[in-house]
């Protein structure tokens, strides 16, 4: 098994996570054209319940089982890592099955006294497969990543993505004669598949690493439990739980915004059908949108907690800080020019990827703060590799409440209907953020650099000139033709300046896997 430097490893899976992002935009593009905004929106709403089980089942187990198989891989304790695989599957198998068995029997309840629409019924059942699939699918990422090697968890996501949308579309076209629900059911068992697949490559990898070891220890048991496995189970719980309490309220917060939106915008005036059209415009249009650029922090995230781990472990606080400010500084310098781009592109993004130009305001309104969830990622994985997932819990959790509170207040006020939504989104992501960087902050003394600020400022201003002055300038061939020069124009410059100005030096470029050995001097 090949281990990866964190640069190297993270980029491992930004280069998965861009190709996944990129290819996830087709269902993204097509479904709303094949079931509509109201068909995407009873897709989407069972998802925040499905997050919950989610949560509860697996929480902060991948993440512990990547800390550490981490801490034992760098003590050489073979036998421990296995345990760790072995005690974590067998958690989340149990759990998962037990999770499943609940959600059949209870679904007619919930569909119609929890959720906001009962159409979403369908969806519902169809995505109860999910939860051991994604569980297990889960357990393995995280074996992989303790042992700092990405190339299985990119992989895997690719093939699911690939296979998700092949399905997600033809199920989804063919269930749709039946009904609007059943054509979101269908794109429900759509991702069921791909979930599947995606399990299939963590699985066979395993088994080809397991093959090139000896055969006395190609075993592989779900339910054996040794003595060793107490220790073990308590060691996961002692990381995972604090982790799945302050996932829990992420979870539950996602769970009730969705249902609050849906109240709050009935107590403004607005129908059913039509609510769960912008519910649907907001969670399945603009927010994958908006977070096409997590690619990056994402993949700096899953890098940065086995890294900060093995670092916080020898109390080697020079490289906790080294890697805290090149994930920072990649989040920062990565998310810029999108940031720039949905401001000034949005209608005509809007426009041409799903045939919605009125939703473009709530894309505008939600670019300004996409740098905070940028940079939200880092911090937060910084906190559980320093074992203070307590702390990024009280922070969640505060977030999470005033969000909720203003959506009530806001979204149900006919002036503002789904724009307070928005507003309550945007003030959760900035005071989350901030309140993680203090975190960060007062434990480990990390500072972020207010010129590298500055400076990514001022390229993000004359990237935007530059943009616009294209698209001002260009002959009027095909709008998206139009915008995806200008946008290009306005980033090259962009890069231009990042590297005049010093925050790109030739050190990041030649750290990128493939690209990286043809700037080595």
Not at 109 to 136: E, G, K, N, Q
Not at 267 to 278: C, K, V
Not at 291 to 303: I, K, R, W
Not at 434 to 450: A, I, K, T
Request: proline content about 5%.
């Amino acid at each position: 098994m090949t281990k990866q430097t964190f640069i190297k490893g993270a980029m491992i899976l930004l280069i998965a996570g861009l190709i996944n992002r990129i290819l996830g935009f087709i269902p993204r593009i097509a479904l709303p054209r094949i079931i509509g905004a109201e068909g995407v929106g009873l897709y989407q709403l069972g998802y925040p319940f499905l997050i919950v089980m989610l949560t509860l089942i697996t929480g902060g187990i991948p993440l512990a089982v990547a800390k550490s198989t981490a801490e034992a891989q760098s003590q050489g304790d073979i036998a421990k890592v296995k345990q760790i695989l072995r005690t974590a599957l067998t958690v989340t198998a149990l759990l998962s099955l037990i999770f499943t068995a609940l959600m059949l029997m209870l679904a007619p309840w919930i569909t119609t006294h929890v959720l906001p629409d009962s159409r979403v019924y369908h969806s519902f059942i169809f995505m109860t497969p999910m939860l051991l699939l994604i569980a297990m699918s889960s357990v393995y990422r995280g074996h992989f990543q303790g042992k700092q090697n990405m190339i299985p968890t990119a992989l895997s996501q690719i093939i699911e993505t690939l296979f998700r949308i092949i399905f997600v579309l033809f199920f989804a076209k063919l269930m749709l004669p039946w009904g609007l629900e059943w054509g979101a059911a269908g794109a429900m068992l759509g991702g069921v598949i791909g979930e599947f697949c995606g399990l299939a490559v963590l699985l066979l990898q395993f088994a080809i690493d397991k093959r090139k070891k000896t055969i006395s220890d190609m075993k592989h048991s779900l339910t054996a439990a040794d003595p060793a496995s107490v220790p073990v189970l308590r060691s996961l719980l002692r990381v995972s739980i604090p982790v799945t309490l302050s996932k829990m309220v992420g979870s539950l917060s996602y769970l009730f915004e969705s249902i609050l939106i849906a109240r709050s915008l009935a107590l403004a005036g607005i129908a059913t059908g039509i609510a769960t059209a912008q519910y649907g415009s907001l969670q399945g249009m603009i927010i994958p949108i908006v977070l096409l650029p997590t690619a990056l922090t994402y993949s700096l995230s899953v890098s940065l907690v086995p890294s900060l781990s093995e670092a916080a472990a020898r109390g080697d606080r020079a490289i906790i800080h080294k890697r805290l400010h090149q994930s920072m500084r990649l989040a920062l310098v990565s998310g810029a020019p999108f940031v720039v781009a949905m401001w000034l592109l949005a209608e005509p993004i809007c426009r041409v990827l799903f045939h919605h130009p009125e939703i473009a305001p709530m894309l505008r309104m939600m670019a300004p703060v996409a740098l905070f969830i940028y940079l939200q990622a880092p911090l937060q994985a910084a906190l559980q590799a320093l074992d203070k997932p307590g702390t990024a819990l009280k922070n969640t959790f505060i977030g999470a409440a005033i969000k909720l509170i203003l959506i009530m207040q806001l979204a149900s006020k006919p002036e503002f209907g789904i724009y307070g939504a928005l507003i309550a989104i945007n003030v959760n992501i900035v005071l989350v953020t901030l309140l993680h960087y203090m975190s960060v902050l007062r434990f480990v003394g990390f500072r972020m650099r207010l010129l590298d600020f500055v400076k990514v400022g001022a390229a993000m201003v004359i990237m935007g000139a530059v943009l616009k002055w294209t698209m001002n300038r260009l002959p009027v061939i095909t709008e998206w033709l139009n915008a995806s020069a200008s946008f290009f124009a306005g980033l090259i410059v962009y890069l231009l300046l990042m590297i005049a100005m010093k925050i790109i030096d030739k050190n990041d470029v030649i750290r990128i896997p493939i690209i990286g050995r043809w700037f080595k001097s």
